[in-house]
């Protein structure tokens, strides 16, 4: 049995936490939430947070590896923090989503981002207990723009 959000998402609730097991499927289940919705809206609509810019560099190039086997019509590739979707067979490529760096929160907090439905913080507990100074503040800044 693998994890599925849906009974927690119907509570319709503005802020959903999980936490479990590792390895029974909640990244997955999330990752192939966010790219449903990038696909259905064909524009930017998820953000993937990460603590430091740098992470990015750890993420961009493969996060939707684990669920691409699921379109097999679809081509993902990021460009600099953009998320794309590309159609194999029109060509045709999108935005879907964007990595967003909480650090830079001061940044990113300028910049609207009025079609984000899904913010996604994977490994939001961190093992090393390497977190920012006023981590949940900024967190919620970048929620709030």
């Given amino acids: 049995m693998w994890y599925n959000a849906q009974q927690l998402l119907s509570y319709k609730r503005l802020y959903n936490f999980i936490c479990g097991v590792r390895g029974h499927g909640k990244t997955y289940d999330e990752t192939k939430r966010c790219i449903d919705v990038g696909l259905k809206e064909k524009k930017l609509s998820f953000a993937v947070l990460v603590r430091y810019k740098e992470d990015i560099l750890f993420v961009k190039d493969g996060w939707w590896s684990i669920v691409e086997h699921l379109y097999p019509k679809f081509k993902f590739f990021s460009q600099r923090r953009l998320i794309y979707a590309q159609n194999i067979e029109t060509n045709e490529t999108f935005v879907i989503g964007e990595f967003v760096a909480i650090s830079e929160y001061m940044r ?38």
């Fill in 108 to 145: 990113v907090k300028k910049t609207p981002r009025p079609y984000v439905k899904i913010i996604f913080f994977d490994e939001f507990l961190n093992e090393e207990n390497d977190y920012l100074n006023d981590e949940i503040t900024k967190f919620l800044s970048v929620c709030d723009s």
